[in-house]
Antibody, heavy 128, light 110 residues
């Protein structure tokens, strides 16, 4: 059974860097059939995908346009985890942050993708 | 505004069949598989439907999905009180090169 365990501070000061980690058990961050994502949720923005990292013979990352200049997602193969760094935060970055795996199932030679495993969520408040 | 459009609310009585719609465009729903998620209060979203009627193990077959062109819908039959939750649609958007979500539909079981 795959599980994701999030860790990181719940309070960050404006202009500083938000840092969260997602530990993986039951799967590998280097899996060639999964992608590792960060999503956040707030009343004003709803559910917002932030970015992903995945391994397909080499490492790839994709970021949402809305945060592309401020975000870094890194895999850590030695600890089987991945991290989120979001710099220059403002109160608008206050949200519940989730990590999630995009897994896949094969049905009749067709692949279906979905965020099938989620972390427990971390409430991050940006305030001085 | 969310890239995918859902009605903000829906309701039904126990045993009824309820549908929730999700509208998008050719770059998202029109090109990729559409997921449905259920979020109970205080919990992370849970994958209900990979696409159409492909469900993760453990999800009852009371939940089903359909898609036509750039729209999709989630149907819940035999409505139960524990189905009261927020429901979200989501898919990959080829133009934005990222996952996009609907704004969510709050389902009330009367």
């Amino acid at each position: 059974q795959v599980q994701l365990q999030q860790s990181g501070p719940g309070l960050v000061k404006p202009s500083q860097t938000l840092s969260l980690t997602c530990g993986i058990s039951g799967d590998s961050v280097s899996s060639d059939s999964a992608a590792w994502n960060w999503i956040r949720q707030s009343p004003s923005r709803g559910l917002e995908w932030l970015g992903r990292t995945y391994y397909r013979s080499k490492w790839y990352t994709d970021y949402a346009v809305s945060v592309k200049s401020r975000i870094t997602i890194n895999p850590d193969t030695s600890k089987n985890q991945f991290s989120l760094l979001l710099n220059s935060v403002t109160p608008g970055d206050t949200a519940v942050y989730y990590c999630a795996r995009v897994g896949q199932i094969a049905v009749a030679s067709y692949l279906y993708f979905g965020m099938d495993v989620w972390g427990q969520g971390t409430t991050v408040i940006v305030s001085s | 505004q969310s890239v995918l459009t859902q009605p903000p609310s829906a309701s039904g009585t126990p045993g009824q069949r309820v549908t929730i719609s999700c509208s998008g465009s050719t770059s998202n729903i029109g090109s990729n598989t559409l997921n449905w998620y259920q979020q109970l209060p205080g919990a992370a979203p849970k994958l209900l439907i990979y696409s159409r009627n492909q469900r993760p193990s453990g999800v009852p077959d009371r939940f089903s999905g359909s898609k036509s062109g750039t729209s999709a819908s989630l149907a819940i039959s035999g409505l139960q009180s524990e189905d009261e939750a927020d429901y979200y649609c989501a898919t990959w958007d080829d133009s934005l090169k990222g996952w996009v979500f609907g704004g969510g539909t709050k389902l009330t079981v009367l």
